[in-house]
């Protein structure tokens, strides 16, 4: 039975897990589609770069992939320390990478005079932003949006690409 990734994760117990994203409708993530003979091979690429991408963004570091003709694995390193590490301005820089942002954060990187109602919010925000900066499930959903788009800008065509991500948990009896 499956459950959703939070419940799964407990970063007091390790920092390692395993995660695997698969492609829905017969799609081609890489490889030689043998009914049509076209090669999707370019696509290994889109992933590695965007994953070297992601790691120099959120504080999760990639220790291990593998990508398949329909599917990827990572195995991720949660660096919760290094989040915590930031400075405000730190975090907002990382996630303005991937996104605007709130009006009031792009404020703040402006060096902008704030009101003490807006420093609340401010606080809020970031302490959101950080906490998102070493989220598994952030750093996936950004990795399998951004190569859903490509394939489906290339393949012509709209709707998903992966089916949801999965956390694989190897358990040992003791």
Same mark, same amino acid.
């Given at each position: 039975?499956?459950?959703?990734?939070? &419940?799964?994760?407990?970063?007091? *117990?390790? +920092?390692? #897990?395993?995660?695997? =994203?698969?492609? @829905?409708?017969?799609?081609?993530?890489?490889?030689?589609?043998?009914?049509?003979?076209?090669?999707?091979?370019?696509?290994?690429?889109?992933?590695?770069?965007?994953?070297?991408?992601? &790691?120099?963004?959120?504080?999760? *570091?990639? +220790?291990? #992939?593998?990508?398949? =003709?329909?599917? @990827?694995?990572?195995?991720?390193?949660?660096?919760?320390?290094?989040?915590?590490?930031?400075?405000?301005?730190?975090?907002?820089?990382?996630?303005?990478?991937?996104?605007?942002?709130?009006?009031?954060?792009?404020?703040?990187?402006?060096?902008?005079?704030?009101?003490?109602?807006?420093?609340?919010?401010?606080?809020?925000?970031?302490?959101?932003?950080?906490?998102?900066?070493?989220?598994?499930?952030?750093?996936?959903?950004?990795?399998?949006?951004?190569?859903?788009?490509?394939?489906?800008?290339?393949?012509?065509?709209?709707?998903?690409?992966?089916?949801?991500?999965?956390?694989?948990?190897?358990?040992?009896?003791?």
């Amino acid at each position: 039975m499956t459950q959703n990734r939070a &419940s799964l994760i407990s970063l007091s *117990d390790t +920092c390692y #897990y395993h995660c695997v =994203s698969r492609c @829905v409708r017969r799609s081609f993530l890489c490889g030689i589609d043998s009914y049509s003979g076209q090669s999707y091979e370019h696509r290994r690429g889109w992933v590695e770069e965007r994953l070297l991408y992601l &790691s120099s963004v959120f504080a999760i *570091d990639v +220790c291990a #992939y593998a990508v398949m =003709s329909n599917h @990827v694995h990572l195995v991720l390193h949660v660096d919760v320390d290094k989040a915590l590490g930031w400075s405000d301005k730190q975090v907002l820089s990382l996630w303005h990478t991937l996104y605007k942002g709130t009006l009031l954060t792009q404020k703040f990187m402006r060096d902008d005079v704030l009101s003490q109602g807006e420093l609340i919010t401010l606080h809020e925000t970031i302490a959101e932003y950080r906490s998102r900066l070493h989220d598994i499930s952030w750093l996936m959903r950004n990795l399998n949006e951004y190569i859903a788009r490509e394939a489906n800008k290339e393949d012509d065509c709209t709707g998903r690409f992966y089916s949801l991500p999965s956390l694989a948990l190897t358990l040992r009896a003791s």
